[in-house]
């Protein structure tokens, strides 16, 4: 067993280690082959030499994130260690910025399948970005449109979503439509809420500029000059989809996300996603782009619970 000391310097170790060292144990969570000792500002790693060297390489990672950005969350802590470090501190860079929203949110992809969306929109008119819970699909989508919408490359928003299970079946629930749908909707508005000041982003929703919308009121329209999402697809059986995208009209991009994991349809009816990506596969304009739990933004747990639902199945 070797033994080798790191030296922590210029870096308020509360702050990197987190209070009790939080941040300090998950990171030796990851390297289960090596024993990790703080003392002050010294870090006493032993382990075999080669362990020993890839915690050292994926620390320096760590502290070069922390220093460059002065911060280090959970969260950019399990991608630098999941994901190439040095593709995540890049991509942390200003310049990648989608969105500057409120309180100085800064909202960027953070991915490397997020990043495959922003790069797949600027060279298609449409993709499709199919993954489990919490893989960023919508906040990223959104942010995409809000920026497309800033930049003058489109006139408006369009939100669209199978508003419950198999058919939209909203006559039990109380209230008027908008009541009715809401709740299903509330994804979305929590996005725009990020990115978008209160009075401008009630403006937009009053004039039109973003609409948010079930997806049987899209039957019979022409979505021209418009940045379009359909948000959890994977519930639009196969011919609301192909209703749906036979919408497109001039100037318009259009993102589809989905979850085949989660099918909420009755079983006899296929899940209109899981056809369309398979139909329309090779088509030049249109981009499909899978992302899994490495782009699980969430809890960490989230990524775990994931991974453990994958190996059952």
């Given at each position: 067993?070797?033994?080798?000391?790191?030296?922590?310097?210029?870096?308020?170790?509360?702050?990197?280690?987190?209070?009790?060292?939080?941040?300090?144990?998950?990171?030796?969570?990851?390297?289960?082959?090596?024993?990790?000792?703080?003392?002050?500002?010294?870090?006493?790693?032993?382990?075999?030499?080669?362990?020993?060297?890839?915690?050292?390489?994926?620390?320096?990672?760590?502290?070069?994130?922390?220093?460059?950005?002065?911060?280090?969350?959970?969260?950019?802590?399990?991608?630098?260690?999941?994901?190439?470090?040095?593709?995540?501190?890049?991509?942390?860079?200003?310049?990648?910025?989608?969105?500057?929203?409120?309180?100085?949110?800064?909202?960027?992809?953070?991915?490397?399948?997020?990043?495959?969306?922003?790069?797949?929109?600027?060279?298609?008119?449409?993709?499709?970005?199919?993954?489990?819970?919490?893989?960023?699909?919508?906040?990223?989508?959104?942010?995409?449109?809000?920026?497309?919408?800033?930049?003058?490359?489109?006139?408006?928003?369009?939100?669209?979503?199978?508003?419950?299970?198999?058919?939209?079946?909203?006559?039990?629930?109380?209230?008027?439509?908008?009541?009715?749908?809401?709740?299903?909707?509330?994804?979305?508005?929590?996005?725009?809420?990020?990115?978008?000041?209160?009075?401008?982003?009630?403006?937009?929703?009053?004039?039109?500029?973003?609409?948010?919308?079930?997806?049987?009121?899209?039957?019979?329209?022409?979505?021209?000059?418009?940045?379009?999402?359909?948000?959890?697809?994977?519930?639009?059986?196969?011919?609301?989809?192909?209703?749906?995208?036979?919408?497109?009209?001039?100037?318009?991009?259009?993102?589809?996300?989905?979850?085949?994991?989660?099918?909420?349809?009755?079983?006899?009816?296929?899940?209109?996603?899981?056809?369309?990506?398979?139909?329309?596969?090779?088509?030049?304009?249109?981009?499909?782009?899978?992302?899994?739990?490495?782009?699980?933004?969430?809890?960490?747990?989230?990524?775990?619970?994931?991974?453990a639902f994958n190996k059952k199945e």
């Amino acid at each position: 067993m070797q033994e080798k000391e790191i030296i922590i310097e210029s870096v308020d170790l509360r702050d990197f280690f987190g209070p009790q060292n939080e941040k300090l144990k998950m990171i030796q969570k990851h390297f289960p082959k090596v024993k990790v000792i703080a003392r002050g500002n010294v870090l006493k790693v032993l382990g075999e030499d080669s362990e020993i060297k890839f915690f050292e390489s994926k620390f320096e990672l760590l502290l070069d994130h922390f220093n460059r950005y002065s911060g280090l969350t959970e969260n950019q802590i399990e991608r630098v260690l999941d994901e190439n470090g040095e593709d995540v501190i890049n991509s942390d860079h200003k310049d990648d910025v989608l969105v500057f929203g409120n309180r100085g949110l800064k909202i960027k992809a953070r991915t490397h399948n997020q990043r495959r969306m922003v790069a797949a929109v600027a060279k298609n008119d449409m993709i499709f970005a199919e993954g489990p819970a919490g893989t960023g699909k919508t906040y990223t989508a959104v942010a995409l449109g809000v920026r497309a919408l800033k930049n003058k490359e489109v006139r408006k928003i369009i939100l669209v979503r199978p508003a419950v299970e198999a058919g939209e079946n909203l006559g039990f629930l109380p209230g008027d439509l908008k009541e009715k749908l809401d709740p299903y909707l509330r994804p979305l508005y929590d996005a725009l809420r990020d990115m978008i000041p209160p009075e401008k982003l009630s403006y937009f929703l009053e004039t039109g500029v973003i609409e948010i919308a079930p997806l049987a009121f899209m039957r019979g329209r022409t979505l021209d000059h418009a940045f379009v999402i359909l948000d959890e697809a994977q519930n639009a059986t196969t011919q609301q989809m192909k209703m749906f995208l036979t919408r497109m009209g001039k100037s318009a991009k259009f993102i589809v996300n989905g979850d085949v994991t989660q099918v909420d349809l009755p079983k006899h009816q296929k899940s209109g996603l899981i056809e369309s990506v398979k139909i329309l596969k090779g088509i030049g304009g249109i981009e499909i782009i899978h992302l899994d739990e490495k782009d699980v933004i969430r809890h960490r747990l989230v990524k775990q619970i994931i991974s453990a639902f994958n190996k059952k199945e």
